[in-house]
């Protein structure tokens, strides 16, 4: 049984990119062992020699030619962005 | 004259190839439905002059002899397609505000056959629930209403898409299915609801929750108009790799009512402890009507059914941590920003302000069971899981041509149950996400009623890529359940 303490779960949040508060992290940790208690039965599965299924898509991915097939569409890129500036999104200073 | 919201799909196509009305008078008549019916809070954008000028131009389109499959029929959309230069929010509000500069594949498809669109449908934010109260645009009530009256849910995720359909404030709608977002709100709201084998429709410019998952289907008030509506989504599209290079069949010709000598599944697996009753009975009954019609009932197994749940809340969320990172306050919705961050405080601000409470939850859960240390124990174990609940599947597939299991453990409860324990709420999903998993169609349809008069409904499931076969159980179910009732104690 896995438990989440306060220090996992803003761990998480911060992996997460998600602000979190003191209280929020406290709510969470239980919120999120409860979850991860629900899935804990999965363990008792006996999978050996079972491969990972990742897409039930049985198909081979498509290759196409390696050539551009769009473009030029700088506005409508922009169009939805909360910032810009000079055809450029726009950016925390991220250099010292 | 006739209540042109009360029509189907089949009818309304009939009605306007004959001329009895046109595509603008029809598309009228669901405006002012859902101006009437706005409490029920089923659309997010309601695009009344939109709807009009499409109407206009299909009623022109229709005068010159060329009419689609589609012509002329009004239509919610859930507002998890992208539809260009109309909001698309995902009923969160990190994209509040967002106009996609593209059309998804589905719509577009359907719009070339002439569909209108009505508007944006409510949603969970996301897709991510069963009841509709994750919206960051409010809950969406069930047309139909218990005999204490309460406010019931329409279900989830697609629950603004099936109260629309219901309520009569859209001929049809589209909908998507992660987990069980089409079935699901399809029986807590008496209508038709298809989940297509995973590849039958087109992803692309769809909001991306659980992309092994996701799928687009239709929601209607009858098992003909589900195919008619699917004939309209599907097909291969080269801009979704996952999309399968398959024809469409003409799924209407599938509806032939014969199935006598079809084999149908009943795995024992689906009953769980704890099943209301008049669950049980309304599959029992369900068994009947298949036997009475010519099918053979066959006792299958599914082992790993009790895994299903476990292995659906890592893998999705594990897929919606990495899918839903794209919301950085960058390139398109909510930023939060104060002088003097950095990005990284922007991220995790812009995110914290902009998802709702399911959501950060589900990020989190799968941010953690894909981090160093605990990626095998729990993601890959899910993946090995998954592949066991696809064979059970298969296994029972060689045996049958369809299975048949109740849609869900009950009837639409009441908003706000439900809301104290996130895994309570999971446990909705519990006959829906089995078939998910395994990428299989599967088809609800409403077969009975609650002892509080509300509508339950039935699951047919099919082999991948065999939706005819479940339309075709599925016609003939609908027409021996002959369920006529309706919300707001409409006469049928």
Redesign the interface.
Known sequence: MSSLDKETVRRIAYLSRINVSEEGLTELAGDLTRILDFVEELQEVDVEGCEPLTSVADLTLPLRKDEVTDGNIQQKVLSNAPMTDAGCFVVPKVVE | MTDLTKLTLAEARDGLAKGDYTSVELTQAHLKSMEAHRNLNAYITETPDKAIEMAKASDAKRAKGDAGNMEGLPIAVKDLFCTEGVQTTAASHILE?????YESTVTSKLFDNGAVMLGKANLDEFAMGSANTSSYYGNVINPWKGKDGKDLVPGGSSGGSAAAVAGGMALAATGTDTGGSIRQPASYCGIVGLKPT??RCSRWGVVAFAS?LDQAGPMTKTVRDAAIMLGSMAGHD?KD??S??MAVPDFEAALTGDIRGMKIGIPKEYRVDGMPEEITKLWENGVAMLRDAGAEVVDVTLP?T??A???Y??VAPAEA?SNL?RY????????V?DEG?????????S??AG?GKEV??R???G??VL?AGYYD??Y?????????I?EDFANAFGKVDAILAPTAPSAAFAIGENED???KM?LNDVFTVPAS???LPGLSLPAGLSSEGLPLGLQLIGK?FDEETVLRVGGVLESAANFTAKPFGQEG
């Open positions: 505000g967002f106009k996609p500069e995973y590849g092994s080269a790799s996952t399968a290079p790993h009790k895994y749940l476990g292995t809340y890592i941590s990172a950085d306050g960058l390139r398109y919705g909510q930023r920003m961050d950095s990005l990284d405080d922007m991220y995790s601000k995110r914290a998802f950060q939850r990020i989190m859960i941010t953690y981090s124990a729990y890959n174990k899910a993946l090995k899981v998954r592949r066991r696809y324990d996130p895994v999971y998993l395994a990428g991948p």
